[in-house]
């Protein structure tokens, strides 16, 4: 029930027309006074977003109130009008105005009787941030139900791949090296019901002799993240097979993917110890290895990156886009990622690696495209340190680029300010010496032919160390 003000004429006192009005608009966002048969007389806005939105050119005025809304709630404001003849004033009633920007505005609504059978006040609410955030909250509902529909078939799929296939193969705790779930492939290979196998512990399923490497290889995988291997027998029937771990992450969780194979054939032995001897090289390579998806975002990086990177570990790289480390100013790496998506590789490529520290590392890059089983196309870089690499032909730190190749190096490492001098001082060498060749070395005719003074080309033949010194009596011809 609603609870009204129990004396007002001892607490409000006899308010005058114009205070009245104030306290209505200041109480609503909107207010209108509308007459007996529902034409509007005056309006009053709180917001002025609101008023251009709505009464923009004052076509409010002498406007009946149906006419105003959405055809769909004109029945409420008749409604409204209604209710304030019969109960002295009405439940509040959303009703949508149009606006020219197309989304339909709502206002809540409630009409007063304010004593005159010709005279109603209704006050109005702005409802267009509760809109908002009751779409935003269906959005967000309607999204989270699609991810569980994917979630729960990815889970179907999984369900029966895991069932299906002839691959015995366990999920397994890492925190206690307990059996999980376990298809019927590993049952049939381990010779045991479910109800046997679950929660038990993995190594307890092969001969003492065998238990402690399984238990050293769970521990290995643990500690390093990296996939292992190891041969053992089995507990019943004496059989040999290979233990293959994976490890994942699900739910906060550390679990391993074990697979079993009761025998190996000589191409799968050679795989994994050609499988094996590149990770060993990967992790033993003095130049920075780095594997990373079709995004750029590192896979897996060797320790020579972690070290030029200046990380504690790789695990700090994984994640993150390639690009935080390498490349000049963020720009040369993006157009050679281009080149390398568009061409599949690319070789010799020169640019700067950043470490986390501030140490700048002068680098040569070559990369490739790598597509895996699942046809993702990942992409993988050898980054080589080129700082203590010696010139064939060594310069001083003060000479001259002599090719616009030389120059397009220094893109990056030289402000753009030198890069348009030393180009020029370029441009003038060469001139000189072309004129000086023309003119079979009469610096007379060479200085006429360049538009110079004598003592102009002299200086200049200093300055790009062209003479080892001028002639005094050349010096004072001018």
Known sequence: MVQVFKSPKESLGNLGALPVANLIAAASDVAVIIDGEGVIRDVAFNKEDLSLELDAHGRWLGSKLADIVTSETTPKTRELLQDAVNRKSSIWRQVNHPSPGGA???????????????RFVV?????????AMQQRLVNAQQSMER????????????????????????????????????NPTALALLDASAPQVLKSNLASHFVSADAEPVQTLLS??????????????????D???????????????????????????????????????????????????????????IVKANPAFTEMAQLGSAEQARGELLDRWLGRAGVDFGVAFANLRQTGSIKLFSTSLRGERGATTDVEVS???LTHDDRKQGFGFAIRNVEKRLSASPSSARELPRSVAQLTERIGRVPLRDLVREATDVIEK???????ELTGDNRASAAEMLGLSRQSLYVKLRRFGLAEHTGEGEAEDD
Not at 161 to 181: K, R, T, Y
Not at 220 to 237: I, P, Y
Not at 430 to 436: G, H, T
């Open 430 to 436: 060469l001139s000189i010496e072309a004129a000086l």
């Open 123 to 131: 006050v109005g609410r702005d409802l267009r941030q509760l809109a």
């Open 104 to 118: 339909d505005i709502p206002v809540l609504y409630s009409a007063v009787n304010i004593g005159r059978s010709d």
């Open 367 to 369: 990369a490739a495209s």
């Open 147 to 182: 991810d569980y529909v994917r979630l729960r078939q990815a889970e179907t799929r999984y369900r029966l791949l895991f069932q299906v296939s002839s691959e015995a193969v366990m999920i397994v705790d890492a925190s206690n090296n307990a059996i999980l779930e376990i």
């Open 239 to 297: 059989r040999e097979c290979f233990v293959a771990v994976s490890q994942f992450r699900q739910e906060n969780a550390t679990l391993f993917l074990v697979r079993l194979s009761s025998q190996q054939t000589p191409a799968q032995a050679g795989a994994l110890k050609a499988t094996s001897s590149l990770l060993e090289y990967f992790d033993a390579a003095p130049d920075a290895l780095v594997i990373t998806g079709h995004d750029g975002r």
């Open 220 to 237: 290995n995988v643990r500690a390093t993240g990296r996939d292992g291997d190891v041969r053992a027998r089995l507990t019943k029937g």
